[in-house]
Structure formats: C-alpha cells, structure tokens
C-alpha cells in the first residue's frame, strides 16, 4: 500500500528558531498533501492543504506566515514552523492519498513530535 | 464545533470480549466514514471503511456499522486482543468532491486487558 515517510520523527528546539518537517511518498506521487496537529487528548486537526507546485491553502486560524508550507515536487512537501514558540510543541503529521484516488483513504506519516523550549 | 464526535475518551474491555466504539456526526453532508488506529507516537493507520450506501462491512474481527438517520457509527472489534490496545479515531468525509482531507473525532482510547 501506499507509504509516507516524515522526517523527523522528533525534535527539541529552542524557542525563537525554526524547524522544517518533512513528508514524502515513497511509493507513488501525490499532488496533495495534508498537514494535521494533534495537541494532547485532542483531535488531529487539519492545519493546511499543500498542492504541488501551487500556494497550500490553511485552515482558519493557521498562521501561513509562520507555518510554512512548501510542496515542490510529487513526492516532497515540508512544513517549517518559523520563529517556534513553546505553544507550537505539538505532534505534526503529514498524509496523502495516492495518485489518482480522490476518494481513497488517506495514509499518514509517523508524525513529528516537536517540543519547543 | 466538532462535525465527529467520540464521546467516550475511553474504554476498557477484557481479552475475547467484543469492544465497541462509537462515533457521531453533525454534518449531513457526509457520506464515506473511516477508522483509523494509533499507537503512540506513530501516525494513525486505516483500519475500515464505510460509504453511506452501506449500512455495513465487515473485514476480519473488525465491522463498521452505520445507521445514516442517528448521524452514528461504530466499530465492532470481536474477539478483542491485548494487541488491539491504542488510540482509535472516527474520520469522515464527502465522496467525489475532490481529494478533500478527512475530519478526525478526539479519538477513544482502548485498553484490551488480558
């Protein structure tokens, strides 16, 4: 089936720096990709929508400014949180859907547990 | 407003017994509804699908059952194994409008007690 790798998997920072996550699609090419946060006891919450080659599309409430988003190839997007805050410290997952499937279900990433200090 | 709803944070159910989780939501407009499972620090796995024209499917210990008119479904898993423990998560979306991303319930956590 279909694999989505996400690098890393964890990561500790310093407050006031910035952190690039990245999601690929190891087996097939996705031209959309979808960008959930998960807080602690809470839903995965859908952050943005990243389209290859084309501005991501955020969710109410997400800051582009500082989530940044970057889908430049089929199988590559990243996701850079800028000027990280401790309130950023979340768990960050990337998915996907293969080529050609719109209504197939969608295969996640590991995630990225990112702790801001 | 939360469109899924999983009302039970949690649930504990013996080795062999039958776990059920259920799963609620507010908009209409939906009509393909997933499961998914997770185990910490791991992103969530598909488990089972069903699309409103169903009122079930099945595959192996695991059935989706959906009743459209209560805006409900659940997810039968029997026998229940210690392995079946994790975090499992209601999805829904609606079919044929494009590749649209899925709307996640708080998720229940179950604990399968051998």
């Known amino acids: 089936g279909a694999v989505v790798s996400q690098h890393p998997s964890w990561v500790i920072c310093k407050s006031g720096t910035s952190v690039k996550i990245e999601c690929r699609s190891l087996d097939f090419q996705a031209t959309t990709m979808f960008w959930y946060r998960q807080f602690p006891k809470q839903s995965l919450m859908l952050m943005a929508t990243?389209?290859?080659?084309?501005?991501?599309?955020?969710e109410q409430g997400v800051e582009k400014d500082k989530f940044l988003i970057n889908h430049a190839s089929l199988t590559l997007s990243t996701l850079t949180v800028t000027s990280a805050h401790p309130e950023d410290s979340s768990f960050y997952i990337c998915?996907?859907?293969?080529?050609?499937?719109?209504?197939?279900?969608?295969?996640f990433g590991n995630g990225t547990r990112l702790t801001v200090t | 407003d939360q469109q899924v709803k999983q009302n039970s944070p949690s649930l504990s159910v013996q080795e062999g017994r039958i776990s059920i989780l259920n799963c609620d939501y507010t908009n209409s407009m939906f009509d393909y509804f997933l499961w998914y499972k997770k185990y910490p620090a791991e992103g969530p796995t598909f488990l089972i699908s069903?699309?409103?024209?169903?009122d079930k499917n099945e595959d192996g210990r695991f059935t989706v059952f959906l009743n459209k008119s209560a805006k409900h479904l659940s997810l039968h898993i029997v026998p229940s194994q210690p392995g079946d423990s994790a975090v499992y998560f209601c999805?829904?979306?609606?079919?044929?409008?494009?590749?649209?991303?899925?709307?996640f319930g708080k998720g229940t956590r179950l604990s399968v007690i051998a």
């Open positions: 998915s996907a859907r293969g080529q050609g499937s719109d209504n197939s279900p969608l295969h």
């Open positions: 990243s389209n290859e080659g084309s501005k991501a599309t955020y």
């Open positions: 999805a829904a979306s609606v079919l044929n409008s494009g590749n649209t991303p899925l709307v």
């Open positions: 069903i699309s409103s024209i169903k």
